[in-house]
């Protein structure tokens, strides 16, 4: 351990389930000398920075490690709107009961969510107010979740627009900036086990394939062929992966780490356990060497 800790402005990028390798990040900088000084993130980097910020990650790790099948079903609130499948409130509530709620700009370390005005084409940097105000607006993923209403803006997704936000770490004064791209190539080999009922009677993992499967069922399928749920995910992937690179391009930050957007679908969220430990090895793997 160093005697002097690192400062790390971290950029926590959008990419559905992949975001849960974030946690294994966060937890091998704290564990190797480092400390988060400021969070900018998109989506599910906005949903795990915002936990860290709050101070609460580890909370909001048992809660999604150990959820229940009633529980993780209670929380789909279809929407009666044509905006979006789920209307997100019952996620959002569930959170802050479990955390608490506080206003961004009296967290103890400074946090950026990112969402997208697609109506303008901008990105809508949310940095003060209500945490889950942020958060619910950044993860507004289109088809999914309705789109939320902050400060008179309809806002989705930030992944649409910027899915590695790093520009609102410009003005930080810290010793070193990390980005967190979810959008990297593909890699060969990878395979993520979900965890079964018998291995883990938590049943965390049938809750979320269940969670994954209703979402996933909701959208229509192609008789032959491909499933057009897979080419709307599929496509989305891309989009995002192509946007990363270039926002990694044009704000190189000092060090990026790469999670292959093969790992596994945005909806995989059965795979929870797998994807924390694949974020805490590939810190291990890549950022080790790159920070020695």
Known sequence: MKNRKTTVSLVLGSGGARGLAHIGIIHWLEQNGYEIRSIAGCSMGAL????????????????????????MLA??????????????????????????EELIEELPVPFTAVAANI???????IDEGPLFDAIRASISMPLFFTPFRFKGEELIDGGILNPVPIAPTFSDRTDITIAVNLCGKPRDGIVLKSRTEEAQPSLFS??????????KSSLPQQKGGLKARNIVLQSFDAMQGTIARQKIAAYPPDYVVDIPRNLCMILDFDKAAELIRFGYEEAEQSLAEMLD
């Open 206 to 215: 049938h809750a979320i394939s269940e969670f994954s499967d209703k979402i």
């Open 119 to 125: 109506a303008e084409a901008k990105e809508v940097w």
């Open 48 to 71: 795990v920075g915002g936990m860290h910020a709050i101070g609460k990650l580890d909370e909001f790790e048992e809660w999604v490690r150990a959820i229940t099948v009633t529980n």
């Open 75 to 100: 929380l789909l609130d279809l929407s009666l709107e044509s905006n979006g499948l789920f209307k997100g409130n019952k996620i959002i509530n569930t959170l802050k009961n479990l955390v608490g």
